[in-house]
């Protein structure tokens, strides 16, 4: 695989797909301004493995929570997404189909309309009462410990070239201390972290046996219609994560409630015969709406809006924008 990731025609394509809504930025045309000398350049250190990862520049966004963004260089960000045309069609067929965040076809609404099949089933069409079990990991990409991710990465992974490399990018960066943390600015990062996960889905799939198990990134939910058993498992989820993973859950995002009673997952609360924006996500849309109303951004938040009960907010943005 390592000859593969740092071939000149895979660098070169992981160009192409990097240049998207880039080709603006003055980091990126420096690059391919001498983008042949800088691609051999690159290529020749890989080969030699002599290539060393640059820093990051930080800066904090707010969707909808803070957040702390690194970004690499645009060298060390052509060469996540090298690595990523690789490493992600292998990957990728190893996650359990219930496992949304960062995948092709999948995403948030995929998830969504999972949650109400899901619900539906376990409750026998609304007739049995149905507990949801909710969790959210703690500070989920800063806690990812870099030795644990190369042991899982290295159990699929064989070749010793790739591992180097994947090595150099994971231990590029440092969060709450040495060989912690991820980088939520790297490419790369979005798949190992589900990489990383992927040993919690099988455990909660095969080991717990749970049939209707949900997960985005760090956010996920585990349906019975049997409240104690779901009790029981939230001692045994915590433990394997503490002990397998290094990680926690966050105490104040831990819930088990029915589902008649709503359910917040992925922006949206869920009710059997129908689901609402949570008020957070309704504020954010109309404050973005009222400060950048683009058409590219209306569309998309009607579309959004689709897959709820919204009448209500769509008028509102039809009077706010005058359509």
Known sequence: MFNDIISTNNLLEAWKEFLKGKRNKKDVQDFQYQLSDNIVALHKELKDKTYKHGGYYAFNISDP??????????????????????????????????????????????????????ALKASRNNTKTLWILKCDVKKFF???????MLEIVGQRITDQGA????????????????????????????????????KFDQYVKHSLRAKYYIRYADDFIIM???????????????????KELALKLHPDKISIRTFASGVD???????????????????????????????????????????????????????????
């Open 163 to 198: 591992l180097w490399l994947v090595g150099r990018v994971i231990e590029s960066f440092h969060s709450t201390g040495v060989g912690k943390g991820l980088p939520l600015g790297n490419l790369t990062s979005q798949l190992l972290v589900n990489v990383y996960m992927a």
């Open 142 to 148: 800063a806690s990812i410990d870099h030795k644990i």
């Open 65 to 118: 929570k803070p957040r702390n963004i690194h970004k690499a260089s645009v060298r060390d960000r052509l060469l996540h997404h090298a690595i990523y045309r690789q490493f992600y069609k292998f990957f990728d067929k190893t996650f359990i189909h219930d496992s949304y965040s960062c995948r092709r076809l999948r995403g948030t609404h995929k998830a969504v309309e999972r949650f109400k099949n899901f």
């Open 265 to 323: 997952f992925l922006g949206w609360v869920h009710f059997p015969d129908h689901r609402i924006l949570r008020n957070v996500t309704k504020k954010r849309m109309f404050s973005k709406i009222k400060k950048f109303p683009s058409s590219d951004r209306l569309t998309s938040y009607r579309g959004l809006i689709t897959y709820g009960n919204t009448q209500k907010i769509r008028r509102q943005i039809d009077e706010l924008t005058n359509y």
């Open 224 to 242: 019975s219609r049997d409240k104690a058993w779901l009790e029981g498992i939230l001692i045994l989820v915590e433990l394997f994560l503490q």
